[in-house]
Antibody, heavy 113, light 108 residues
Framework: EVQLVQSGAEVKKPGDSLKISCEGS????????IGWVRQMPGKGLEWMGI????????RYNPSFQGQVTISVDKSISTTYLQWTSLKASDTATYYC??????WGQGALVTVSS | DMQVTQSPSSLSASVGDRVTISCRTSQSIITYLNWFQQKPGRAPKLLIS???NLQTGVPSRFSGSGSGAEFTLTISSLQPEDSATYYC??????????FGQGTKLEIK
């Protein structure tokens, strides 16, 4: 059974850094694109970027380029989404997802002073 | 850049009604389109892949059709548990891909 299991909810202050994770299992992790989707409160889904674990090739939605970093550690079948300086507007639920239709459970990130 | 236009943004229908949701893309995507259902507080769930392939376990009242740049999700007989937001996702362009804006379906 394919599973994507994400790290838990986070509460941070503006300016903090953060790295959230998503571990895949039940499939050949290296050979499938996996990405991150943002859902702001009450809003729709936005694909932020995507990474190919085998060679770490990464592509970003232009709206998120330079704002976040997507990385992978294929030795532990885990992808990461990272911020160096969070803003209140980063408050959202973040999902890892594959284009084939598998989703993590989501991680709520709250940024508030 | 690929544009995906989903309509309507919301609709209200009664149990037993036939409901259709549309997605239009700015260029042909052949049949590289998936449909998702999202209920509040939950991750999206894949209903249909490749425009018309119903996923295992999804009720047969759901169907997808279309090719090229126009696609439709149909619920043949609406049930109370179908209240949700529905999204289309194109997977033809270079990743990352583009979602439709979503359709919030309410049961009258």
């Amino acid at each position: 059974e394919v599973q994507l299991v994400q790290s838990g909810a986070e509460v941070k202050k503006p300016g903090d850094s953060l790295k959230i994770s998503c571990e895949g299992s039940g499939y050949k992790f290296d050979n499938f694109w996996i990405g991150w989707v943002r859902q702001m409160p009450g809003k729709g889904l936005e694909w932020m970027g995507i990474i190919y674990p085998s060679d770490s090739k990464t592509r970003y939605n232009p709206s998120f380029q330079g704002q976040v970093t997507i990385s992978v550690d294929k030795s532990i079948s885990t992808t990461y989404l990272q911020w160096t300086s969070l803003k209140a507007s980063d408050t959202a639920t973040y999902y890892c997802a594959s284009p084939q239709g598998f989703w993590g459970q989501g991680a709520l990130v709250t940024v508030s002073s | 850049d690929m544009q995906v236009t989903q309509s309507p943004s919301s609709l209200s229908a009664s149990v037993g009604d036939r409901v259709t949701i549309s997605c239009r893309t700015s260029q042909s995507i052949i049949t590289y389109l998936n449909w998702f259902q999202q209920k509040p507080g939950r991750a999206p769930k894949l209903l249909i892949s490749a425009a018309s392939n119903l996923q295992t376990g999804v009720p047969s009242r759901f169907s997808g059709s279309g090719s090229g740049a126009e696609f439709t999700l149909t619920i043949s007989s609406l049930q109370p548990e179908d209240s949700a937001t529905y999204y289309c996702l194109e997977t033809y362009s270079s990743p990352p891909y583009t979602f439709g804006q979503g359709t919030k379906l309410e049961i009258k």
